[in-house]
Nanobody, 128 residues
């Protein structure tokens, strides 16, 4: 399985960015896919997850600003990020895992229930 991200970049506060992620070689019909963020010295945390059923789970800090959507046929997801804030600055990493929707929730317990497949990440920088 190969997870490939695109998008990201630098914007000013209040701006928008769009992240895209596609997982090739992933053959499970039931899955959870989405975006995590990670800063140096901090644990990776889930931002937005979407199950193959369409169930969505978002971190409280991004509700009302970020929207996640998917394309089942392509095993891909899009994260539309609006009204970005400087505190959104981070490395954003995409992941996918075969699991039921009931286990596709934010926050995600990556220590006890890790995701199987990860991308390399894409940097998002928001300046004030």
């Amino acid at each position: 399985v190969h997870v490939m991200e695109s998008g990201g970049g630098s914007v000013q506060a209040g701006g928008s960015l769009r992240l895209a992620c596609a997982a090739s070689g992933f053959t499970y019909s039931r899955y959870c896919m989405g975006w995590f963020r990670q800063s140096p010295g901090k644990e990776r945390e889930a931002v937005a997850l979407i199950a193959s059923s369409g169930k969505i789970s978002l971190a409280d800090s991004v509700k009302g600003r970020f929207v996640i959507s998917k394309d089942n046929a392509e095993n891909s997801v899009i994260l539309q990020m609006d009204n970005l804030k400087p505190e959104d600055t981070d490395m954003y990493v995409c992941a996918i895992d075969p699991r039921p929707a009931s286990y596709c929730t934010v926050p995600a317990d990556l220590f006890n229930d890790p995701f199987s497949f990860w991308g390399q990440g894409t940097q998002v920088t928001v300046s004030s």
